[in-house]
Each structure stands twice: as C-alpha cells, then as structure tokens.
C-alpha cells in the first residue's frame, strides 16, 4: 500500500472549492458526469459513473473532507483527506490519500493530477 500526497492552489475561495467537491451539480459541471453527493458525514458517495465510490467520514465546510474509498478487495481502508487553506482569493489544497493499492497507485497518482484536480483547476480559470 502506497500514499499519494499532492498540493495545488486553486483560482477560487475555499467555499468554492468545497463546493466542486461535495455539491453534485457543481462536481457534474467540472467531471462531465452525474454524482452522487452530499456534504454530509456518512452519505456513501458515487462519482465518475461510478469509478470512484465511498463514503464521507468528515466534513468541515470549507475546510476539510475525510472520504473512505471502497475497493473490491474488502482490504485496509482506503481514505483521502483533503484539507482546503485560504490564500487571498485563492485555495491551497492538500490531497493525502492513504492505502492506495500498489497495483493502482500510478493510475490513481495521474487521475488525481490530471482529472480530477486538473478539472475543478480549468473549471475556475
């Protein structure tokens, strides 16, 4: 099992950012998919038609999302914690994701990279 550890700042208010990632219309306008979300602890999460899917553990608006991530091996828990700090205008975003199977951690290391972070980045430009 592998870390990833990633940090971006993004072109919008920490509010904002939040937003792209529990609010489901806004997360359909920057991924081009339906989800199912809610910023909620214990709602069980589907995004990406349905490739990436858990559940929210904490949610601090504004600040920080806990999320579980299933996978179908029932091993070690898979969490990502995202915490969201305030620059001006602005939002440093540090992503942890913990226990990411060695087999994917490459694929998942570009997927946060490139679509995910990459997108809610061209959705505030």
Request: hydrophobic letters at 40%.
């Amino acid at each position: 099992m592998k870390i990833i550890k990633q940090n971006f700042i993004i072109r919008a208010k920490p509010e904002e950012v939040f937003q792209a990632l529990t609010n489901p219309l806004t997360i359909e306008l920057w991924s081009g998919y339906p989800a199912q979300m809610e910023a909620s602890e214990g709602f069980e999460f589907s995004i990406f038609e349905g490739n990436i899917s858990g559940k929210n553990l904490k949610i601090i608006p504004g600040r920080q999302l806990v999320q579980e991530w299933y996978f179908g091996d029932g091993g070690e828990q898979s969490v990502v914690t995202i915490n969201l700090t305030p620059l001006k205008n602005r939002t440093k975003v540090e992503l942890v994701h913990t226990n990411v199977p060695d087999a994917v951690y490459e694929e998942f290391e570009e997927g946060w990279r490139r679509y995910y972070w990459g997108a809610i980045i061209g959705f505030y430009k």
